[in-house]
């Protein structure tokens, strides 16, 4: 890619049988090359929000990708832009995982040819560090590994806008880490947008450069951490009477108190 | 140390598995051939396999009574039986991939109840497509029923919101539904339009003829290049449906080709033979448990499963009561049983 393209979205509205979950959502441009926390309690839209950006919920809006707007893309046209990491993978598949990111890759049209696809599959399951689990079932995995092989079949299309719902959910703290630090590292590679959904505050303000907070659906804070997290915007959005501290290095941590 | 040979052990490994799979579906095709000569070489008067195969080989060569029992008799329901197992098997394959759902199969989703009652129709009330000669009259009419069932399906599933869940339980509304109809038309028909129909629901193989045998296997032939086209797609679609359609995969064309292909199977294969239920759900899940889920081969172990455990039911149904031809549709699931139990337990024990 030569130019690093950045993600704006205008006025998003997405929802479900006529339920709006998302009304005219805007953000300011989403810049490539970092990683972007997407927060918020439970049921506030932040998965919505990624299915509406994938386009795999009916929404009305415009979302640009650099000079592509995705919304006139039908599914498999705009799957060449995005591709969304879902927060599970089915427990019954009987695909192994080395199966199963070939499936990824191949599964839309420009595929590599045999050989080197496979290869591409077990250099990517590599740097998640689960190149060993290449010829075992997914249904014979445990939930974090199961999470490092959905990561590996999103990764190996390299698209310009990478959509992670809770990517680290299931992941002991190394892992989580480890997860972040690829993220960040193959954002900064290929220039991709990556937009990350996260629950763990202090993981999502060590890894990333801004964090957006959603509640019912609607942007109420959109930041650097340092910026964005304060003890009324806790208060306010998970009712949780808290304290925001910097460490001896900057980073912001949050000690919770009592519930507000 | 390079990539590649930092991955050669990984690369060389899943080679071998492909390996073992394409030797797997080959050893399923022998087995196929096997038991159709088998097949052949089974009947009233019985035939050694070598004369089977002599008079296979060379019908110019061949003692009149041989060549009329194997050429004309044995063959066509030998080759229907093979068909038939074929193409209801891929269908199920199909069907559950498509409706993510193993319990999936043209037989427990409505089809084959709607061919009964299309066939009903023609048995008991003359109803059908006006003009045909006889022999198609009834098959005629089981497959436009068979088929605009799993049109129905099309239609809900193009409905927006429809999810597969909903599929399912409208085909299994559909079950319910053409068996009361069909038990309607029972109740009002006649002692012998009643026997008909009974016995054309069991299934039968007594009813190849070279002409129907063509046009199934031209439906099969159509088919399943357009199956194997699908594969990489349908495989992706095991992964869930929100990833599917991430990785660029049109999901609802994807699933409304798909029916359409097991409608045309499932259909052209209930027409001419009448309901065969344990084939199209049990030959995908043999063909799972010995291929797995890489539809690059789990659809033509399928298409094999689903041959080899309906040609040697056509054996088994001329050999378990001596004497008598058994509706073959009785027998494939006491044939089959025991062959898909063993799959099972031989995969426990390997604890794979
Ligand atoms: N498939 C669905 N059908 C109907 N409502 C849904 C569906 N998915 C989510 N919702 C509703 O939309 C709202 C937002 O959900 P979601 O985006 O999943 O939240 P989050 O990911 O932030 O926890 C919730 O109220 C949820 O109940
Ligand atoms: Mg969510």
């Known amino acids: 890619m030569s130019e690093a393209a950045a993600l704006a979205v205008q006025g998003l509205s997405a929802g479900y049988g006529g339920r709006a979950v998302l009304a005219g959502l805007s953000l300011p441009p989403v810049r490539p090359g970092t990683l972007t926390g997407l927060i918020g309690p439970n049921a506030a839209g932040k998965t919505t929000l990624l299915r509406a950006l994938a386009g795999l919920v009916p929404a009305k809006g415009s979302v640009r990708l650099g000079a592509v707007e995705l919304a006139r893309l039908d599914g498999p046209a705009r799957a060449r832009h995005v591709t ?12 192994t995982v080395l199966e199963s990111v070939l499936a990824a890759g191949r599964a839309s049209a420009a595929a590599l040819p045999e ?19 290449a010829l075992r079932s997914l249904a014979a995995l445990s939930g974090g590994q199961r999470q490092l092989a959905s990561l590996a079949q999103c990764l190996v299309r390299a698209p310009a806008l990478l959509l992670l719902d809770e990517p680290t959910s299931a992941l002991d703290i190394r892992h989580q880490h480890g997860v972040m630090q690829l993220a960040a590292e193959v954002a900064a590679e290929r220039g991709m947008v990556v937009l990350a959904v996260l629950h ?27 910026a964005a997290i304060t003890p009324a915007l ?15 290095r900057g980073q912001v941590q949050v000690m919770v108190d009592g519930l507000a | 140390m390079t990539e590649t040979s930092h991955h050669a052990a990984t690369l060389a490994a899943y080679a071998a598995l492909l390996r073992r799979r394409a030797l797997l579906v080959a050893a399923l095709a022998l087995a196929v051939a096997a038991a159709l000569v088998l097949d052949i070489a089974t009947g009233p008067s019985s035939l050694k396999v070598s004369e089977v195969l ?15 029992i194997v050429w004309q008799v044995r063959l066509p329901a030998a080759l229907m039986a093979v068909l038939v197992g074929a193409a209801l098997s891929l269908a199920g394959a199909e069907m559950q991939t498509i409706l993510d759902n193993p319990l999936a199969s043209p037989f427990t989703l409505g089809v084959s109840s709607a061919a009964s009652f299309g066939a009903a129709l023609a048995l008991v009330l003359g109803l059908g497509v006006p003009g045909l000669p006889a022999e198609w009259f009834v098959p005629a009419n089981a497959f436009v029923f068979a088929f605009a069932s799993v049109l129905m399906l099309q239609a809900l599933a193009r409905l927006r919101g429809a999810g597969v869940e909903t599929l399912v339980l409208f085909g299994i509304a559909l079950v319910f539904t053409f068996n009361a109809l069909v038990a309607l038309v029972q109740f009002v028909a006649s002692q012998e339009a009643l026997q008909q129909l009974v016995f054309w629901s069991m299934g039968s193989l007594a009813r190849a003829s070279w002409g129907r045998l063509g046009l199934l296997a031209l439906a099969v032939a159509v088919v399943l290049p357009f199956s194997l086209r699908a594969s990489w797609k349908m495989t992706a679609l095991r992964l869930g449906e929100d990833r599917a ?11 409304f080709l798909s029916l359409l292909r097991v409608s045309l199977l499932a259909a052209s294969a209930v027409a001419f033979v009448g309901t065969i239920g344990f084939i199209g759900l049990v030959g ?15 659809l033509p172990a399928s298409v094999l ?9 056509s054996v088994a149904s001329k050999v378990l009561v001596p004497g008598a031809l058994l509706p073959v549709g009785l027998v494939t699931a006491l044939i089959g049983v025991p062959v898909f139990l063993g799959l099972i337990l031989a995969r426990r024990e390997r604890g794979t």
Not at chain 1, 200 to 224: K, N, T, Y
């Open chain 1, 234 to 248: 806790l208060a306010r959005v998970y009712g949780v009477q808290a304290r925001v501290e910097r460490c001896s």
């Open chain 1, 200 to 226: 763990d505050i202090a993981l999502a303000s060590r890894w990333c450069a801004r964090l957006v907070v959603l509640a019912e659906g609607a942007v109420v804070a959109d930041g650097p951490p340092e």
């Open chain 2, 305 to 313: 499963t689903g041959a080899l455990v309906m040609s040697l039911a």
């Open chain 1, 84 to 95: 969304y990491m879902p927060q599970s993978l089915p427990q019954r598949s009987g695909l």
């Open chain 2, 245 to 255: 359609r991430s990785f660029g995969i049109a999901v609802e064309r994807l699933r």
């Open chain 2, 54 to 68: 002599r008079v296979l080989m060379d019908p110019a060569g061949a003692e009149l009574p041989a060549r009329v």
């Open chain 1, 115 to 133: 050989r080197a696809a496979r290869l591409h599959a077990l250099e990517t399951l590599e740097r998640l560090g689960i190149a060993d689990l």
């Open chain 2, 284 to 298: 995908p899940h043999m063909a799972r448990l010995l291929v797995g889920e890489d539809h690059r081969f789990l």
